[in-house]
């Protein structure tokens, strides 16, 4: 258990695969409010690390100090207990702390700590770190890297978006707004709509195509949630939602008209205040024809392959 120390703030650890630094960038400005200029953010916000794909695990802040001396007392006067626990050291480009010194700092700290320490299964990961001239000690929460699991649905396609994607797709439409209504309209076989959920967000699938959208109901319910998906054509959607999420069809093996995909736009400014839509090309005129402004835009690249997610109002 943890003695009655006052949270002093996060510290998230982030990471991205080439490619995706557009996209992790926007991400964490939705959810954190502030631009990420390194692969570290500090904040005051409470946000669940297995929530996004590019938080790689968060320090609870505990202790902080300008010096490790000035640390150390402060763990020293308020120590922590545990049943079984583990130090790591938190490294980061341009640090100057060197290995010895690192494990021998994480020593003097860790005899600090009540409980014991193990190095194999403890119950609790303890996190050091200097960063900008100041060291900071807390608990420490890898990602537990769940959305992983989801990249072996009982039905998917291969042209779908990556599950990757679709969690920051996820959490651009959620943001910090649990109560936001969306609609994912032309949901496909529910990447986006299960993503969406998983992070706890309020959302429901429409899918035109029986057979599509029973293998939808069935990746839900092969993750436990109830079955939030509704047949029918777009245009036929009489409520209005916060957000619509569109994953733009293309027609891989039968070429959809431009003019069908306008009218999937128009269709989402009728039914939604705001639009998250993934593209393969970017659409910012025809965006602007359905009535969209732009609010932010990224790109998600694979190779040679580029998704634009563009955030409209």
């Known amino acids: 258990m943890i003695n009655e120390v006052p949270i002093q703030g996060y510290l998230y650890v982030i990471n991205y695969a080439e490619g995706e630094e557009s996209l992790c960038k926007l991400e964490m400005k939705v959810l954190f409010g502030q631009e990420l200029t390194d692969k ?37 006067a308020n120590p922590l207990s545990y049943e079984t626990f583990k130090c790591l050291f938190l490294r ?50 890898p990602n537990s890297n769940e959305w992983v699991t989801h990249e072996n649905k009982p039905h998917s396609y291969s042209f779908s978006l990556s599950v990757r994607v679709s969690r920051a797709v996820a959490n ?83 070429p959809i008209a431009p003019e069908i995909q306008q009218m999937i736009m128009n269709e989402a400014r009728r039914i939604a205040d705001q639009l998250i839509i993934v593209t393969q090309v970017k659409m910012d005129e025809q965006l602007k024809e359905a009535g969209f402004e732009i609010v932010e835009q990224c790109e998600a690249v694979k190779g040679k392959f580029v998704r634009y997610i563009t955030m409209c109002c």
Not at 43 to 64: A, G, H, M, N
């Open 172 to 254: 651009l439409a959620v943001g910090c707004d649990l109560t936001k209504r969306i609609i994912d309209p032309c949901c496909g076989a529910g990447t986006v709509v299960l993503e969406v959920l998983t992070v706890g967000g309020n959302i429901v699938g429409n899918e035109l195509n029986p057979k599509v959208a029973w293998k939808a109901e069935e990746n839900l319910k092969h993750y436990g949630y109830e079955n939030v998906i509704q047949i029918g054509d777009i245009q036929e959607i009489q409520e209005h939602y916060d957000l619509a999420i569109v994953d733009l069809p293309y027609g891989h093996f039968n």
């Open 92 to 141: 980061f480009k341009g640090q100057t702390v060197e290995y010895k010194e690192r494990l021998e700092r994480l020593k003097r700290v860790g005899f600090l700590i009540g409980g014991e320490a193990d190095m194999y299964q403890p119950k609790q990961l303890l996190g050091l770190t200097e960063l900008n001239g100041e060291w900071f000690f807390g608990t420490l929460e």
């Open 40 to 76: 570290y953010l500090f904040s005051p916000i409470d946000i669940d690390p297995s929530r996004s794909v590019f938080i790689k695990e968060r320090l609870t802040i505990l202790y902080r100090h300008e010096t490790y001396e000035g640390l150390y007392e402060q763990v020293k």
